[in-house]
């Protein structure tokens, strides 16, 4: 539907704040003519880091498409001690969705991506249930079933792990996949494996959400988009959303409301994510808007 | 503004579920030409409790006001084993304020009781601080100091106590009152007492919850009103709202988006007990619409 | 995932407020041994009109569900000249769609309907484009291509009432049908046709909503549900929602941040009309709880 | 309660985009020794314009203060065709208030002003009733009463334009002032005139919105914040926000609801104002998180 704009680099870094570093960066991209088509950066006064996100025209840029880390890393970023990566809008990433049962936040994540909405490629779907299997189907996407047991866990993870590799997967959707991952699993994929709590973090962690929601009473519900990080339900928040209930819904009520917004705010982290507009920094996620 | 509409009964009441009870209830206003002007019945279907609320006009009630009570308990109530209250819609409750040296909820309030938004008298504003008696003087309430240390706490509050009671309060609104009132003081008010805490409970109980909504990095804010129970920020809630925030909000911001949403929820609760809106069962609270 | 719970039956109705209505419709289920459930009034004050919504469950009610209608009518509604409808909880509403190009209403549809969500039927969807067939086939539901020109609009629309006739369908979902129903196909479904617009009504109606919104530099941009009238975009409100804009969203942001708002509030009417909670009076639809 | 922060240099531009801006500008701050406290820009590529808001310590920066404006428009703007402003952190912007009968957004300007929220003056309130005389008094600020009929508005305003010039008046609030004004007082202070207006612009402009939001059923009412220009109710929006309703609340009910929405919406479009966030250009408003 969107017109299809010229291809772009995106640099995502950050390093110790000081004076200048706009300019460096800017000055970097305009003497090689790019013309910048966006620009954000975030001075993070407590732990006194910079951020910054900008994104320019790569038709016309005088050095090569794949020689730009290289120029960048020697000529500012050595200098300035920096973090940094850059991306191209050209290049699709690779997901893997992972599901359990329960159809909602795949069905959004599956008509986004038939209808052309996302620049992505989902090659492989990956469950621990055969439940969905026929949404799979429906969408024309393989489906690998990978039961986890309490004494098959190790091996079918590194099975996952090996499958996610062949198919060179460069990030991780857990689309409401109700099994812990284990932290070897996580280690291979930091910050790269997105999930969708169904509460308002850091309330209700952990299992059974709604009811707990339920049991205290709370006049509004929530879900959390988060990387997955060791520490379970604790990782860097992407995105959150609530809706209001009332003494007169039901636990089931809020599991069906709460549906609504798991998959809104589920999609959204994957879209932020998608444009590069993450980065995570001491277990806190910069989303530049 | 609103033209005044004539005085109304209003009964509260909740007993164990069984058929006909929305029948009885309404034909015992019908039968003594009652005019019903809102009900509101809920079935908690796990505990198996029934909860109704119902007001009718007085005008034209062929049981004298100071009646009704003694009536519908020997009529209606004792035969189902009910807990019911009933209200009068002509008598303005004795409303206390407590607070310490943020000024944003006391103003919110004064604004809204000065401008004649409320069916309510302030009697009295207590504080264990100096600080807003000047917001006191500007509005002619009356101003109490009652400084609080180690080892005056049970003797103060004993004079708050007696305070209220000279003063024939109804209820103690809490507008970010920074002292944790004993259980002892709890227990003369009942679901009485109204606190607002400044996160969305139960994320971020007891102090500083600002900053560790920072640490965490949630992407939303909020606000919670509740009563108070000897069990501190964990009394059945009233209302909560929520603000979104980015990552770009130092702490101070947060206090400040939050302090907007902190003084409508608390003055949205305030609003909900003046009506006679709100049961409490079970540490949770009906709010009836 | 919810416990099935037993047939009930669903009462609405309006007439000219007086004082005892509650108290004759709930008599009439209590004395026939109903079981109410749930019990929803209100009266318009302005326009003098009672409205009430009472559901009871069949289990054990005297009267036959198939004679319920009658009694009702003889009983009760005559007496009042109520005008009211009796439905049941266990018949599946059979409910049309009607689609054009754009995706986004129709996927979260069908996933509700897929996933067993909603309480429905769908036996087939309409379309004055192909573009939407292999959704369609996706979910295994016979799709019909009705191209709309200037000269074939009424012969056209003939086909589109003979075919939901013969299917019995209940009611129309415009799932970003766009295209304008003649006067003759509305009246055949009174308050049957559900359109979903994209902005916040009144404001933006007709053509190219976002682009006039982007125009006008509003912050905030929305969708409305609606039953269909003869008057274009001026229909009965059933639900509305808004999202957040910020001066440097294009129009094409507009257009998909509103995408999710469209989805969620259109669902969110099919339910509402498909519990049958929703009454139209005067233009505006009552919407019980 | 926030610590002090050091003053600052505020530039808000906009010209032709063309590549290099951000660098020009950066590098001359830089240049200048100034550390850039934050940075956004913005290009609105269908007018094809660049936008810019740049905030820089003073402390250090090698061009005096009163001398920044002359250096940046001979060695940048100039060269840029740059429409430009500067302003310090230090200088507290004067405002006057113009109010009729309506406290509540009084009340909540007032209340930050008093607490010390706001960096801001306000030297004088302004209305055509006498109504808020008392509520000006509670607050030590002189209330000017300016009664206006068919025969006086002309004189009037005079009378008001000379008081504001007379107190060096920076920009003016209209927190509910229930009074157009003519043309030739909104020419005199071109974006310096914050209206108000009770509902979710382009939806019911004129009188009694909320009339009008009944009338219609619409489920969600608002409030707009705009700069006044000579067309009613058709300025550049600065901010926006709604609270959702029912089919239950009277008129009274929504101008209730509505009260907190505007006060809110009005008091942060202040903020944006007075912290130089706002930028406009053919009739929208930039607002620069």
Same mark, same amino acid.
């Given at each position: 539907?969107?017109?299809?704009?010229?291809?772009?680099?995106?640099?995502?870094?950050?390093?110790?704040?000081?004076?200048?570093?706009?300019?460096?960066?800017?000055?970097?991209?305009?003497?090689?003519?790019?013309?910048?088509?966006?620009?954000?950066?975030?001075?993070?006064?407590?732990?006194?880091?910079?951020?910054?996100?900008?994104?320019?025209?790569?038709?016309?840029?005088?050095?090569?498409?794949?020689?730009?880390?290289?120029?960048?890393?020697?000529?500012?970023?050595?200098?300035?001690?920096?973090?940094?990566?850059?991306?191209?809008?050209?290049?699709?990433?690779?997901?893997?969705?992972?599901?359990?049962?329960?159809?909602?936040?795949?069905?959004?994540?599956?008509?986004?991506?038939?209808?052309?909405?996302?620049?992505?490629?989902?090659?492989?779907?990956?469950?621990?249930?055969?439940?969905?299997?026929?949404?799979?189907?429906?969408?024309?996407?393989?489906?690998?079933?990978?039961?986890?047991?309490?004494?098959?866990?190790?091996?079918?993870?590194?099975?996952?792990?090996?499958?996610?590799?062949?198919?060179?997967?460069?990030?991780?959707?857990?689309?409401?996949?109700?099994?812990?991952?284990?932290?070897?699993?996580?280690?291979?994929?930091?910050? *790269? =494996? +997105?999930?969708?709590?169904?509460?308002?973090?850091? #309330?209700?962690?952990? @299992?059974? &959400?709604?009811?707990?929601?339920?049991?205290?009473?709370? *006049? =509004? +519900?929530?879900?959390?988009?988060?990387?997955?990080? #060791?520490?379970?339900? @604790?990782? &860097?928040?992407?995105?959150?959303?609530?809706?209001?209930?009332?003494?007169?819904?039901?636990?089931?009520?809020?599991?069906?409301?709460?549906?609504?917004?798991?998959?809104?705010?589920?999609?959204?982290?994957?879209?932020?994510?998608?444009?590069?507009?993450?980065?995570?920094?001491?277990?806190?996620?910069?989303?530049?808007?």
């Amino acid at each position: 539907m969107v017109e299809k704009i010229k291809e772009t680099a995106i640099l995502l870094m950050y390093c110790a704040d000081r004076r200048g570093l706009v300019v460096h960066v800017t000055e970097f991209i305009d003497n090689n003519n790019g013309n910048v088509v966006s620009l954000d950066e975030h001075v993070d006064r407590e732990a006194n880091i910079f951020f910054m996100r900008i994104e320019w025209e790569l038709d016309g840029f005088l050095i090569p498409k794949e020689k730009i880390g290289e120029y960048f890393d020697i000529q500012i970023a050595a200098k300035f001690s920096m973090t940094w990566n850059v991306y191209f809008s050209g290049d699709r990433p690779r997901m893997a969705l992972f599901v359990s049962k329960m159809s909602h936040c795949l069905y959004d994540i599956l008509s986004r991506y038939h209808s052309g909405e996302w620049e992505v490629d989902i090659p492989l779907i990956v469950s621990n249930h055969p439940t969905l299997e026929p949404v799979a189907k429906q969408f024309g996407i393989p489906f690998y079933h990978f039961p986890i047991g309490k004494d098959n866990k190790a091996e079918q993870e590194q099975a996952e792990q090996e499958l996610l590799r062949k198919h060179k997967i460069d990030f991780v959707v857990l689309a409401r996949y109700m099994q812990i991952i284990s932290e070897d699993f996580i280690m291979a994929y930091p910050n *790269k =494996i +997105i999930n969708i709590h169904h509460s308002f973090l850091p #309330a209700f962690p952990g @299992a059974k &959400p709604y009811h707990s929601a339920y049991e205290r009473g709370v *006049k =509004i +519900i929530g879900a959390t988009s988060h990387y997955v990080t #060791a520490d379970l339900d @604790a990782g &860097p928040i992407i995105d959150q959303d609530v809706t209001r209930i009332t003494h007169s819904d039901p636990v089931e009520k809020l599991v069906m409301k709460g549906r609504d917004v798991e998959k809104l705010v589920l999609s959204r982290a994957i879209l932020m994510h998608l444009q590069r507009r993450t980065l995570v920094y001491n277990n806190r996620t910069i989303v530049f808007g």
